[in-house]
Structures are given as structure tokens and as C-alpha cells.
């Protein structure tokens, strides 16, 4: 095991066993009966992880002596128009089954199943195991759970899995485009981080060292060969998996996800409230955040190149809109949706009054050049970030997964509104630069 990795576990207060690697899926029933001794398991899985991984985890559990429920099989067709996915629905169908025993989830899949069996344990006062079957994301050994619920995307409190297993041979086998949605939601920690660097900075929330270390230490090594992950090689995924891994180790270490979204996450989140859809489908998590990692880099070379010795602190806190005016402002916003009263929850809790404003603005101002070298070192060229998501297949511009130039920037203010998260959007907002760099970005066209 990769040490970083290795040290992560040691640490992690959730998950005590983690394994990766090339034809690792044999060792399923030894890890299941060393932490879940003398237990009863059911297999979860959907139509799709059932034939490639499912099966063979229930017969290896069965051919060990381990009693198991009979498995719980979600159709992957879904039953909702968005197709199976993450949502409340489908986390009371699991529930009804298995608060009726006693028996430990073994989730076979990715995302979703591990979020469903994630939440629904914690609900049932029980632990669980995943076995992934993609390295689509970043959520296997996360604290918390994404769900969808009355049209709004959330992070549930729960625990991470107690134990965790992915093989290389079967992830490597997953469709491309789940591979290259996993690639995006990795290259998100280069933003994320950025923007916990700017939080820290400016006092508004200091960086946890150990989970910026987890996440950060080893993610260019993790992003390095999207050649080998587009031509399926199992060995390319271990560094991905390991990866996504460590974020999931960071967020569980800081019981948030923090150290590994940030503005780019907050387009994604946006586009999935708004259930979007392309040709009838709703585009994978990754590939949402894909765009939202570019428009969130994009923001960041408008940033550096703007020399902010030269701000105007008292102009900037003069302009700034009473809480009353801003909360107006999100509720427009958000008229007619499913969730009207999102923006001005999430901009209320992320408020700053006019001193906090002052305050964070002349930190900008007085340590620019510190501030700016930090986060210089942190961001990637929106052009170098596209290069590699051609090569893997994951989109570079959001008409790739049907959101056009209007909705874009648009999504831009209503991103903002839609998560109390401190990210490069609040500084925009903050200076007064926020249509000046979106002009900026779209006349460039580089995404």
C-alpha cells in the first residue's frame, strides 16, 4: 500500500481497512469476517454491479461460511426520470429492507450505492462494507453522504464505510466515461485547494494541515497518466484510486468536504438542483464538476492577474449590500425553483458584515504578494487542465454536457448563492470583480 495511503488509514477514525489493487476482489469474504466477526451479510448492489462484481462477492461470501440476506438489487434503469441516482426514494427503499435484520451491507458499486448504503446504515445504527466497482469519485471512504431530497442536493451526516475494497482489474473495465468523471473530481482538489488556501488566508476558515496534507501531498503523481487511464491500464488506476481514496480520508479526518470541494463543486451542486439534463440524461457528477473546476480556474487567472495593492477597501465596503438587500437578491434568485429558499439560507450563513468585509479585504490588500505566490503554486492553466480532460474524455466546455453560454453565466452568481462555502466566487463578489472577470472569461472563450 502506497504510504501516504497507508498513513491515512492509520489515522482515519471511520474506515480500518482499505485495499486496492489488480485482482484484490478474492480477499472480499477475509476482510468482511476480520472486521465484521461472526456477522450476517447482504450484498447490495445494482442491475449493473451485480454482473461485474455483485455475484461474485455473494458466491465468495457464501463459499466462506459467512450467512447472508438475501441481495438487495436496485434495477439501474431508476425509477425517476434522472434514471438511478442518489436520491431519498431509494434510500427508504433500502431502508424498509434492512431495518427488518440485523445482517452488514457489503455495497458492490460506486457512487451511489455507497452513498445509499452509507446513509441507511447510519440510520440503522450499523456499519458497512463497499466494494467499488469504478473510480468515478471520490465518496468511497468520505464522511457523509450526497443525497438528493425534495429537490435539493445535500451532504447527510454518517459515517465512512468500515471497511473498503477496489480492484483495479474491475474499475479499469468501467466505462470510460465513469474513469474520466473521477479524473475531474480529482482535478477539483487543484481549485478546492486554492480556495481553502484564500479562506485560510483571509481568517475565515484556517486549513487543517493534516487534511490538506492527505489531499494535496500526492495529487499531481495522482493526476499524471490520463493517457494510461484512456487506454485502461489496471496499473494507471491504482495512483487514481489511491487518489480519490485520500480525499475521502480527508473529508471523513475533517468531518466535511472541506479539503476537497470548492467552487467547483458548487456549479455541480447547482446544475443537479436544477435536475439538468443533456439529450435526456443527466450528466455524471464528474463531468459537472469538470466545468465547474475550469470556470472556478478560469476565476483564479482573472484573480492573479489583477493586482490587488491597488484595491479600494472603503469603495468595496460601501458598495456592499446590506444582509437584508442580499437576501432579496437570492430569493430572486432562486424564484420558481425547487428550492426557493436555498440562496438566502446559504447566503445569510456565509454573510460578512461591514467590518468582517473590511477586515478580510485590507488582509487581501496588505499580503497580496504572500497571498498570491500560495495560490500561484496551487492553480493549474485552464489549458493544460483541458488538454487532460481531452485525453481522458471528460468535457471541456459546458456545451459538452448541454449547459449554454447564457445558463453558464448565469450559473456563475446563482453557484455563489448556492453553498456557504468561502470559494474564489465570494472574492469576486467581495472586490467587485465578479462581472468584470465573467466578461473577461467568456471573451476569451476558453471554456
Known sequence: ????????????????????????????????????????????????????????????????GIEQEKPYIFDAAGVTDEGFHAEWTYVMMLEENLKTHDAIPVACGSGTINDLCKVVSYHLGRRYMVCGTAASMDGYTAFGAAITKDGKKSTHTCPAPQAALVDTLIAAEAPQEMTASGYADLYAKIPAGADWILSDALGVEPIDEHAWSVVQDGLAAALADPEGLAAKKPEAFGPLLEGLILGGFAMQAHKSSRPASGADHQFSHLWEMEHHTFNGVAPSHGFKVAIGTLASLALYDCFLHTDMTQLDVEACVTAWPSLEDQQKVAAKLYE???????????????????????????????????????????????????????????????????????????????????????????????TGNLEKWIDEIFAKKEI
Open 1 to 64: 500500500m502506497n504510504p501516504q495511503v497507508q498513513k491515512a488509514l492509520q489515522r482515519a477514525d471511520e474506515t480500518r481497512d482499505l485495499l486496492i489493487g489488480e485482482g484484490v476482489l478474492p480477499q472480499v469474504a477475509a476482510m468482511f469476517q476480520h472486521q465484521f466477526p461472526g456477522k450476517k451479510a447482504i450484498v447490495v448492489a445494482d442491475t449493473n454491479t451485480w454482473r461485474v462484481a455483485g455475484q461474485f462477492v455473494e458466491k465468495a461470501l457464501s463459499e466462506a
Open 336 to 430: 420558481g425553483t425547487d428550492f426557493p429558499d436555498l440562496g438566502v439560507t446559504e447566503i445569510t450563513a456565509k454573510y460578512s458584515t461591514p467590518d468582517e468585509l473590511r477586515k478580510q479585504l485590507t488582509t487581501l490588500k496588505e499580503n497580496w504578494p504572500e497571498i498570491r505566490a500560495r495560490l500561484e503554486k496551487q492553480v493549474v492553466p485552464v489549458k493544460k487542465v483541458q488538454e487532460q480532460f481531452a485525453i481522458i474524455g471528460a468535457p471541456k466546455h459546458p456545451e459538452e454536457i448541454g449547459i449554454t453560454r447564457e445558463r453558464f453565466r448565469s450559473s456563475f452568481l446563482r453557484a455563489q448563492h448556492a453553498r456557504r462555502r468561502f470559494t474564489i466566487l465570494d472574492i469576486a463578489v467581495r
